[in-house]
């Protein structure tokens, strides 16, 4: 069974920084791409990084890009996804995400739960 369980939310400052990691298991991390995304409160699912197999590549919406860092550990299976300059419209549920294939581009198939992260003043 496909599992991925999210750590490192919580409350943060706009301007400030948090680092979300990720446990996947119930499949073979190596040979998948990884994603993160975002629910925020009234809104829909959205896409906010992705990263291939072999970590070289990565892609990140405009909202994002500059900001966030998405990394991979191969070896234990996680996910990162390291947050800086956190403005108050980065409030939502992020949940790391499956790729359907090994490289970016790809789609999801599977997410998370999530960890909430608050961002405010």
């Known amino acids: 069974e496909v599992r991925t369980v999210e750590s490192g939310g919580g409350l943060v400052q706009p301007g400030g920084s948090l680092r979300l990691s990720c446990a996947a298991s119930?499949?073979?991390?190596?040979?998948?791409?990884m994603s993160w995304v975002r629910q925020a409160p009234g809104k829909g699912l959205e896409w906010v990084s992705a990263?291939?197999?072999?970590?070289?590549?990565?892609s990140y919406p405009d909202s994002v890009k500059g900001r966030f860092t998405l990394s991979r550990e191969e070896d234990t299976n996680t996910l990162y996804l390291q947050m800086n300059s956190l403005k108050p419209e980065d409030t939502a549920v992020y949940s790391c995400?499956?790729?359907?294939?090994?490289?970016?581009?790809?789609?999801?198939?599977?997410w998370g739960k999530g960890t909430l992260v608050t961002v405010s003043s």
């Open positions: 990263i291939s197999t072999g970590g070289g590549i990565t």
């Open positions: 119930g499949f073979i991390f190596s040979t998948y791409g």
């Open positions: 995400a499956k790729d359907r294939g090994s490289r970016v581009g790809d789609g999801i198939n599977f």
